[in-house]
């Protein structure tokens, strides 16, 4: 039994090593970029570029660590949003929105990088984001879609596209220590129209969309989308 408590206790200390070192870099990558070094990141966490190898086997396998912990983050936080529904969620997700700073920083650098491992990074981003609106439209907070995946994208591409500009614009020359009330600026300046929008809608009538859809050829069946609308 004693030597079983000592391999469990093992995996726990090789765990936290880990998720030490993925933490380590996922604030390093946004800081500095994804040139940065192994070394550069294993003095953050305190360990040797060796254990970085150890644990991840590459930089890429590391990189590939900081996306999933990421996506997870943005999930879950996502998740409790859309299917709480509540005013009281959202201000307790904003008093907090300093801790989530890092992960920002993060996704804005792969996608001011680009490549494959961003588009890859993106299109994850995307199948969750699906999944967590579509557990809101099972939960009622959320209105169904007549294409739900063509939805989902282009609130993807609209998220990060305008936080991708806004920091493009406001915080290009801010230090790294500067970032997270960056963050917080960014936030409260666009959580109202936000809101707004998404609550109230933009247009006072559907009469374009009807004829839209009456202009497009095949299309896709309105199903709840028109009743939740109407």
């Known amino acids: 039994m004693a030597s079983e408590d ?18 380590a870099a996922i604030a390093r990558f946004g800081r500095d970029g994804f040139r940065v070094g192994l070394r550069a990141i294993a003095a953050d966490a305190g360990v040797t570029a060796g254990l970085v190898v150890h644990h ?6 590391l ?15 996502k998740a409790k949003a859309l299917t709480d529904g509540t005013g009281a969620m959202l ?20 996608m001011q990088a ?29 209105r169904p879609s007549r294409d739900r995946a063509a939805r ?8 990060t596209g305008s936080m991708l500009l ?12 500067d970032f997270p009330a960056l963050f917080r600026r960014y936030i409260e300046e666009l959580a109202l129209p936000a809101l707004e929008m998404f609550t109230q809608g933009l247009l006072v009538d559907r009469s374009m969309l009807d004829e839209y859809l009456m202009y497009v050829p095949d299309p896709p069946p309105a199903g709840d989308a028109d ?3 109407r």
């Open 6 to 23: 000592v391999r469990f206790d093992d995996r726990v200390g090789e765990f936290a090593t880990a998720s030490r070192i993925r933490d």
């Open 152 to 159: 989902t994208r282009y609130l993807a591409y609209q998220a």
């Open 91 to 110: 201000l307790a997700q904003m008093a907090e929105v300093e801790q989530f700073a890092p992960v920002v920083q993060y996704l804005l650098r792969s």
């Open 63 to 77: 990189r590939s660590a900081c996306d999933e912990h990421v996506l997870a983050i943005m999930r879950e936080e």
């Open 114 to 142: 680009g490549g494959e491992l961003a588009l890859r990074l993106v299109e994850h981003m995307i199948t969750d984001a699906e999944a967590y609106l579509s557990a809101g439209e099972a939960s009622g907070v959320i």
């Open 227 to 229: 009743n939740a609308a």
């Open 166 to 177: 806004w920091f493009t614009l406001h915080g290009a020359d801010a230090e790294p220590e």
């Open 56 to 61: 991840f086997g590459s930089k890429a396998g």
